[in-house]
Structures are given as structure tokens and as C-alpha cells.
């Protein structure tokens, strides 16, 4: 700030200050122009449960933003820009209240670069994505300048304005209710700093009563306001999305493993990039002498900072493991984004460091905490790569330092420089740290992500299928869509821009047929992404090179049967599990299929399957009539074809099972089912049946 005042002396800090962050907006909304959509799945379930689902039908219960950025309905097909803009408001608007925050413990100047600094990290790439990151960005901000504000003293009318905050950013994101262990330990810290000479124990009984009240406030406003917006679907405070995944969970020693791994890596990263914000903040929490030195109020910010990020860190280390031991994704993958919006806490205590009362503790005493801290992150730069795998969207600092291999040495060495600066002189480094270490980092890795970012800005082929089937079919036809590719995640790409909430997906490895049998609307649309032969039956809309919009019509010859739906007459079984909703798993050693029809005499059996665990290594045995035909599958479902020859009077169909094997025998979990092969559909087809 001083040195643009110095070209601009008839500016005030103020001016200076709004005229940045006018900057930072327009810088947001050229950047993310013109740009598809990549974080698919995500992108996916918040633009429809914002604009194409009432309220009480969402499965996550974000009902504050889905208020908000239902307005880009007014925009039309062009809903994802509105959202765009929308999204770079709130994140240039958590600047002022980031600002508000740190002026208590520092100069204007100092306030404002921290401000601007905390909203130019790469993390506000999220402003590109129709998903709530921005708004909670901005949500967290007010919760923390209601809870710092005044020095962070704490009272039942401040603790009941900053719980109500929580309750309501909880419908932005359902991960505000993470910051509740830590906002609760903070509010007996607090109370306990503040006690006066009233007394050894009556701050307890004091934190107690601010702990019911916090707890009280934020659950009425929650719970209110949810009941309001979505009945008694609002009560539900993770939604079903995220209760399913809790009920799903590894066994224990795994869990343990994984999450241990997982904190190591978010550690690693956590020290490379803030080695000498953490050093000061473990030599205050360290030395009393240090503290009384410190900037006046500081302590709380400590504690804040210290409750708050642990704590988030912690839980998405959990997080992780969960997922990843649920066989879902890696557990080297580092979620970044469930706490990086709390990091710029930490650019605010750097900050601090440039105002002192008085001396703190001599350069020995840091030498002391350094140490350690440096071999830290040497170990960190040695071994955090390849080792985790940071992407730009979990991990967008990070991963922008690491993407160009030739600067990571170097950011690593700038910050490496400022801890051991910080031995000789805190403010000296502090200094450094603010003005050298934070700008070239989030230059570089903000220019590597935006280079990655704006890779999205050229159509795919998934992009352009989506997009003319959005134009091509009503929204009626559209209901009936099934979207065929052999990548989940392009899927539901395509399915973004065809907006309807009934288009279903279908994942099939490329060149393999399309089961009538696996359609949910065997007499609706097909949308092909790829190089498929099509269901006979099938009339091609469109030709392009890398897409089909088909028609579908089943030929009377064949029979379909799902298995994710409740048998009919036409057929009954035995040995299958309860449906689920791709399909259902063997249970037991066989499979009995009984049909109401004789089988065509030259029967062809087209069969969706997968196997369950070291069945996948074996073979099943098919029988129909007298012929038994054996049958491979993999761990993955897939397409298989088995021709029969009976005497045109057999009603039954066997699958034997090589080795029923039980999800606990696996370590996963308490499921004792003895499980084989999974039965996603079925064609019973006549093979003597003339074709179009």
C-alpha cells in the first residue's frame, strides 16, 4: 500500500484498498469467461438441486445458496456465467471482513496487502465452478469476524450473533458443522483468557453457559430454517448424500492407516507453505514471554487459528480415509479445499508479527523451534512428490507450486529463507514473508493453475453432445435420455448442459453393445459418446464424428429383465440378494432364474455382470436346459454373450458360483453376505429371429 501511494498520493488507503479489490473482479470474471465445467459430478448436483429441484427433493441441504443462485435462472442458457458472477462477488466480498479482522492487530497498510493477498490465492479458481465454495469462503469470514471482533472477547449476545452465523452457513455447506469442535474449545479458551480476578472457577461455569448457548442457538437457527425451506427433509443435517457415506466405512485398522497417511501428506504441504507463520505461532503458544510481547489480542487470534485449522485438517484426513477405503478414490489425493479457506488466518498472523509491545524471546529460543520446523520441510520437499498427488481443484496452491517442476525448488527455498530469517529478526521475516514469499508463490502457482483452468475453454466431445441434445430434444424427449461413454465423470459433463434431472448415464467400456436391457427407457433416446454399435432397432438422429443421438426401439424378439427392478410374472429367482439401485448380487453359491416362457430353442443370452471379489479371477457356470457354458467377468461390470442350444421347452437358467465370498472376509465392513456375481440386466434374445 505505501508504495502505491507513492504514485498515488491523492488516493486514500481506503480508495486504494476498493480499487484493488474492483481489480480482483474484473481479473475473476475475464479469467473464468467462456470456460466448461470440470468438477462434473459436483457441478452436476448443485446446478440441479439449485435450479431444476424443489427444496425438500435436494439430497444435500444447502438451501442458502440454492436461494441465492436460483436467480441464474433468469439467465437463461447462460445460468453458468450468472453464476460465475455471482460466485466472484462473494469471494472479493470476504476481503473486506478478512481486512476488518486483521486491522486489529496490525497497521491499515498491513490489513489491506492481507486482505488482497488472502483472495488472490489460486483456491479462487472456485469462482469458476457452479458449487458453494465461494459463497462458504465469504460465510467463514463473517462467522470469524463475529467471533474476533473486539479482540475476540466473548459475551452471550456475541456468542449467540456468531452461532447463528454457523447455524445459517451450515445451509451454504454442510461442512461449517466441522468448525463446531473447534469454535467450542475456542469459546472456553476465551472465556478462560478473559476471567479477570473473579474468581479460579467461575470462568468454567461462565464457559459452560457460552458453550449451551452456542450449541443451542446454532442448532434453532439450523433446524428452523431448514424445517422452513424443506419441511422435515430440512431436519436432516448432512442430507442423505453425506449420511450414506458415513454408514459406509472400512474396518477400523484401515481407517486408522489411511487417515494417518493422508495427515501426513496435508502436513507436508501445510509447512512448505507456511513454515514461518507456523514457527511464530509455536513460539507463542510456547513462551508466555513471547505472548505478552505480541501484537495486543493476538493470543485469541492463536487460539483461533490453532482450534480451527487442526481441527479441519484433521477431519479431512478422516474424510479421506473413508472414501478411499471404501475402494471410491485415492488415498493419496489431498482434499485442500475442506480447510484452505480458513488458511488465510495464517497470513494474518504473519502480519502480526510486524507489530510488538515489547521484546519477545531471544534468537536462541527460535533457533529452537526452527530446527525442527526446517527439517520438516525439507523432508516435506523431498518427499511430498510423487508420493500425494494434489490436483487443481482439491489442491489449487499446490498444486500450481508443484506443477512447474523447475519453480518448486525454488518457492520451497524462499520459504525455507523466511524461517531461518525468522531466527535472526521475526519482523525482518514477517516482512519477507508478506511481501516476497506470498506474492511470487501465488504468481507462479496461480499462473500454472489459470493456464490448466483455461484448458476447459475448447468443447469436448462430451461438451458438444450435451449441448446439441439440450437443443435437439424437448425437455419431455430429454426425460427419456440415456447418455452412453466410457468415462463417468465426461458423463456428467454431458448430462450439465443437457439439464434435464431425468437423463440417466450409462459408463461402458468403448466398442461394446448396448443391452435394450440396460436402458431405463428401452423405447426412449440414446446419446453416444464414442464408437458403440448401436441396439438394433436404433435411428440415427445425428452423425457427427465423435457422438450419436439415436432413437430406440426394441424388436419384439426380445425379452429384457432388470435387476433393479422388482421381478414380474415373467420371471422369478432365487439366490439373489435385496435390489439395489444398479442391480442385485448373488447370494450363496447359486443363481436360479425361472421363467414364466419356454427359452428360444436357439437362445442367445446377452447378460450386464460383474464379479464380486476372487470370483473375478474365476470362471461361473451357466446353465440353460442341458447346455452349461462357462462365463468370465471382471471386477467391473461389463457385457457378456453366451449362445445356448435347448430343446425349446427349458424355463431355467442356473449360474453357479466359483467362491461366495462375504464384504467382512474382504475387511470391508460387517456385511456377511456371501456375495459372487452382480446382475445388472439381462436379454433373453431368439437367435433364429430374423433382423432389420
Known amino acids: ?64 445458496f440454492y436461494t441465492v443462485y436460483r436467480l441464474t435462472n433468469y439467465c437463461g442458457d447462460g445460468f453458468l456465467e450468472c453464476a460465475r458472477l455471482i460466485n466472484a462477488v462473494f469471494f472479493v466480498g470476504a476481503a473486506p471482513f478478512i481486512y ?64 447463528a452465523a454457523l447455524g445459517l452457513l451450515a445451509m451454504v455447506k454442510v461442512h461449517a458443522l466441522f468448525l463446531i469442535p473447534g469454535y467450542v474449545v475456542y469459546l472456553a479458551y476465551a472465556t478462560f483468557a478473559q476471567r479477570g480476578a473473579s474468581g479460579n472457577w467461575r470462568w468454567l461455569r461462565q464457559a459452560l453457559l457460552l458453550v449451551a448457548v452456542a450449541l443451542a442457538t446454532a442448532a434453532v437457527v439450523r433446524l428452523t430454517v431448514g424445517y422452513l425451506y424443506a419441511g422435515r427433509n430440512g431436519l436432516y443435517l448432512l442430507g442423505t448424500i453425506y449420511a450414506n457415506q458415513a454408514q459406509a466405512r472400512p474396518a477400523l485398522s484401515v481407517l486408522i492407516h489411511l487417515a494417518l497417511v493422508s495427515l501426513q501428506g496435508h502436513l507436508m504441504a501445510l509447512v512448505l507453505m ?52 471404501g475402494g471410491n478414490e485415492s488415498g493419496v489425493r489431498l482434499h485442500m479445499r475442506y480447510y484452505d479457506f480458513a488458511l488465510p488466518l495464517l497470513l494474518i498472523l504473519a502480519g502480526a508479527q510486524l507489530v510488538s509491545q515489547r521484546p519477545g524471546v531471544a534468537w536462541r529460543g527460535r533457533l529452537a523451534v526452527a530446527l525442527p520446523l526446517l527439517a520438516a520441510m525439507w523432508a516435506a520437499g523431498r518427499y511430498l512428490i510423487p508420493a500425494y498427488t494434489p490436483n487443481h481443484i482439491d489442491s489449487p496452491t499446490l498444486f500450481g507450486m508443484v506443477h512447474d517442476g523447475g519453480s518448486f525448488p525454488a518457492l520451497i527455498g524462499f520459504s525455507m529463507a523466511a524461517v531461518l530469517l525468522w531466527i535472526a529478526n521475526a519482523r525482518l521475516a514477517a516482512r ?174 446377452r447378460m450386464d455382470v460383474a464379479a464380486y471379489g476372487p470370483n473375478a479371477s474365476l470362471g461361473f457356470e451357466v446353465t440353460a436346459g442341458d447346455q452349461t457354458l462357462p462365463l468370465k467377468a471382471d471386477g467391473a461390470h461389463g457385457v457378456r454373450e453366451l449362445r445356448f442350444n435347448t430343446d425349446g421347452t427349458a424355463r431355467v437358467i442356473t449360474i453357479k458360483i466359483p467362491k461366495p465370498t462375504s464384504p467382512q472376509e474382504l475387511g470391508f465392513g460387517g456385511d456377511q453376505r456371501k456375495l459372487g456375481i452382480g446382475l445388472y440386466s439381462m436379454e433373453t434374445i431368439d437367435a433364429d429371429a430374423p433382423r432389420p
Request: net charge positive.
Open 432 to 605: 519477507w514473508f508478506v511481501y516476497i514469499v506470498v506474492p511470487v508463490t501465488l504468481i507462479i502457482s496461480g499462473d500454472n493453475v489459470n493456464l490448466y483452468v483455461r484448458m476447459a475453454q475448447r468443447p469436448d466431445a462430451y461438451v458438444k453432445a450435451g449441448v446439441y441434445a439440450h437443443q435437439y430434444l424437448t425437455q419431455e424427449e430429454a426425460r427419456r435420455l440415456t447418455i452412453v461413454g466410457p468415462d463417468i465423470f465426461n458423463l456428467f459433463k454431458s448430462r450439465f448442459f443437457v439439464d434435464n434431472t431425468n437423463v440417466n448415464l450409462m459408463l461402458l467400456p468403448a466398442g461394446q453393445p448396448i443391452l435394450l436391457a440396460s436402458l431405463t427407457h428401452p423405447d426412449g433416446w440414446l446419446l453416444v459418446v464414442g464408437d458403440y454399435p448401436l441396439p438394433e432397432g436404433a435411428v440415427r438422429h445425428s452423425g457427427f464424428r465423435e457422438f450419436t443421438l439415436a432413437r430406440v426401439k426394441p424388436p419384439g424378439d426380445v425379452t429384457l429383465h432388470r435387476f433393479a427392478e422388482t421381478e414380474d410374472d415373467s420371471m422369478r429367482s432365487t439366490g439373489l440378494s435385496s435390489m439395489e439401485d444398479w442391480g442385485r448380487w448373488s447370494e450363496g453359491s447359486q443363481v436360479t432364474l425361472n421363467f414364466a416362457k419356454p427359452l428360444p430353442k436357439h437362445l442367445l443370452l
Open 274 to 325: 507456511f513454515g514461518m507463520p507456523l514457527a511464530a505461532a509455536a513460539m507463542q503458544c510456547a513462551s508466555r514471554r513471547q505472548r505478552h510481547g505480541a501484537a495486543r489480542g493476538s493470543s485469541t487470534l492463536l487460539a483461533y487459528s490453532a482450534l480451527m485449522i487442526p481441527s479441519l485438517v484433521a477431519v479431512t484426513a478422516l474424510f479421506t480415509a473413508l472414501v478411499a477405503g
Open 100 to 163: 476488518l479482522i486483521a486491522r486489529q492487530y496490525m497497521t491499515r497498510q498491513m490489513a489491506g496487502v492481507i486482505a488482497v493477498l488472502a483472495i488472490l490465492t489460486p483456491s479462487n479458481t472456485y469462482t469458476g465452478y457452479f458449487m458453494p465454495e465461494a459463497m462458504y469462503f465469504w460465510g467463514f469470514w463473517v462467522f470469524s469476524w463475529s467471533v474476533l471482533r473486539a479482540l475476540g472477547r466473548v459475551d452471550v449476545r456475541t456468542v449467540m450473533l456468531s452461532s
Open 1 to 64: 500500500m505505501r508504495l502505491l501511494q507513492r504514485y498515488t498520493p491523492r488516493l486514500s488507503n481506503s480508495a486504494l484498498f476498493l480499487t484493488a479489490l474492483l481489480a480482483v473482479f474484473l481479473y475473476f470474471t475475464l479469467r473464468n469467461v467462456g470456460l466448461y465445467p470440470t468438477v462434473f459430478g459436483d457441478e452436476w448436483s448443485y446446478s440441479s438441486f439449485t435450479r431444476l429441484m424443489p427444496f425438500r427433493d435436494t439430497q444435500v441441504p444447502s438451501y442458502l
